[in-house]
């Protein structure tokens, strides 16, 4: 079945110790999200891929970098996590621009010890 | 402003029965997508119902319905014999023309037997 997969789950790390998340996709679709979800909240958009380029959202915070080596691939790396930047990173997709739904993977539950 | 906002933070129905859950949105757009995303506890969120803006007739799929008010700028959630496995956040979201897909801040629905 297409899907959106994300690895690792479940992720530990030490404050500070950099981390990578990563997400696959088998959709073929052109747009990757990846959104930072904290307890009982909404998501929040950090940024997203239009094919290859890359857009930043205006408050997402200068530690949260990502990458999108081809179409099927996108990461987001944490370059020195904070006790803050706990929360579960969900990865979505979409076929194209704007009105279309966005699928999501299962997320990653990250937490920093 | 195009912002999404769903008043009930949590909501409670008896299996069997019907439950609405309500969202309203502030959009200057005429043509735009709305969106029902579910998410149950340690699940992935999907797809509940998506609407057209640009239709008058109330989207449904199964037991879920929507009540499309456009002048009024509301997107309510019908759920029909309501079964255990609804519990979930239910988000409504309102997808921008910039990618960027706007949740409210959610309703815990519970299900009780």
């Known amino acids: 079945d297409a899907m959106v997969i994300q690895n690792p789950r479940y992720q530990v790390t030490q404050f500070g110790k950099p981390v990578t998340l990563s997400c696959s996709q088998t959709l073929n679709h052109n747009v990757m999200y990846w959104y930072q979800q904290k307890s009982s909240q909404a998501p929040k958009l950090l940024f997203h891929y239009y094919d290859k380029d890359f857009n930043n959202e205006a408050d997402t915070p200068d530690n949260f970098q990502s990458r999108r080596p081809n179409t099927s691939f996108c990461f987001l790396d944490i370059r020195s996590p904070g006790l803050g930047d706990a929360a579960m990173y969900l990865c979505?997709?979409?076929?194209?621009?704007?009105?279309?739904?966005?699928?999501f993977g299962p997320g990653t539950r990250l937490t920093v010890t | 402003a195009q912002t999404v906002t769903q008043s009930q933070p949590e909501m409670s129905v008896q299996e069997a029965e019907t439950v609405t859950l309500s969202c309203t949105y502030d959009?200057?757009?005429?043509?735009?997508?709305l969106f029902w995303y579910k998410q149950p506890p340690s699940r992935q969120m999907i797809l509940v119902i998506r609407q057209e803006a640009y239709k008058q007739q109330n989207a449904t799929e199964n037991r879920f319905s929507v009540n499309f008010q456009k002048a009024a700028k509301s997107f309510s959630l019908k759920i029909s014999d309501s079964q255990l496995g609804d519990a979930a956040m239910y988000f409504c979201a309102y997808p921008r023309y910039n990618n960027d897909m706007r949740f409210g801040a959610g309703t815990r629905l519970t299900v009780k037997p």
């Open positions: 959009t200057s757009e005429s043509d735009y997508y």
């Open positions: 979505a997709t979409s076929r194209d621009a704007s009105r279309y739904e966005q699928y």
